[in-house]
């Protein structure tokens, strides 16, 4: 079974502080995606990686980073905690290749910015 | 660009109840129509999924069909179950840079009573 695992299911921080969330996927997956769930809003995307080293902005980067340096890790860096981004955080993987493959998700991080 | 309109939750349904969940997109070609669930404490899981028009995705007795004409995906299931009681998400694909990106609607939140 493809296992997607994420550093913390709770996390809480202050404002100012640099927040590093951390996924980890087993399965040799090319692609990882960062996502935010909001109430209301369903999931939007952050950044997504289609290689090691590569990264391209989703929908909302602004006020986030990200890092895969290995193919298994893809890490979420909130330069300077703001309360605004007080949300859920999903991971998520996949295979590339041509037409869809499925992405798998991890477990969230609920992060709250005091 | 691309986007997903669900109907608005809470639903509240009885057990056994017939359970239909309105999902609308707007998007240019041809995207992939999905059924997302998310189960309390966890992440998302892929429910079920349509690759073309007329097609009919099923999965655990929840059943949903890609209506070209009128630009929906609306998840149907016949008797729910206490244990359906979850957040379901409607998405449609795109691809971005060689990946395939989700583009999710808000989530509609389902409570079944004994």
């Known amino acids: 079974d493809v296992k997607v695992t994420q550093s913390s299911r709770y996390l809480v921080k202050r404002t100012g502080e640099k927040v590093f969330l951390e996924c980890v996927q087993d399965?040799?997956?090319?692609?990882m995606f960062w996502y935010r769930q909001d109430p209301g809003l369903g999931l939007r995307l952050i950044y997504f990686?289609?290689?090691?080293?590569?990264?391209e902005k989703g929908d909302i980067p602004e006020g986030y980073s990200v890092s895969r340096e290995k193919k298994e890790r893809f890490s979420l860096i909130l330069e300077s905690a703001s309360t605004n981004q007080t949300s859920m955080y999903l991971c998520?993987?996949?295979?590339?290749?041509?037409?869809?493959?499925?992405?798998?998700f991890g477990p969230g991080t609920r992060l709250t910015v005091l | 660009g691309n986007s997903v309109t669900q109907m608005e939750g809470p639903v509240t349904l009885s057990e056994e109840a017939f359970l239909t969940i309105n999902c609308t997109y707007t998007?240019?070609?041809?995207?992939?129509l999905f059924w997302y669930v998310q189960y309390p404490g966890e992440g998302l899981q892929l429910l079920l999924k349509a690759t073309k028009a007329d097609d009919k995705g099923s999965n655990k007795g929840f059943e949903a069909t890609y209506r070209k004409e009128t630009t929906s995906f609306h998840l149907e299931k016949g008797s729910v179950q206490v244990s359906d009681s979850a957040v379901y998400f409607c998405a449609l694909s795109e691809t971005l840079q060689g990946a395939q990106k989700l583009v999710f609607g808000q989530g509609t939140r389902l409570t079944i009573n004994p």
């Open positions: 399965m040799d997956h090319e692609n």
């Open positions: 990686s289609y290689d090691v080293k590569m990264k």
């Open positions: 998520a993987s996949s295979l590339s290749g041509w037409g869809y493959n499925e992405q798998f």
């Open positions: 998007a240019t070609g041809y995207p992939s």
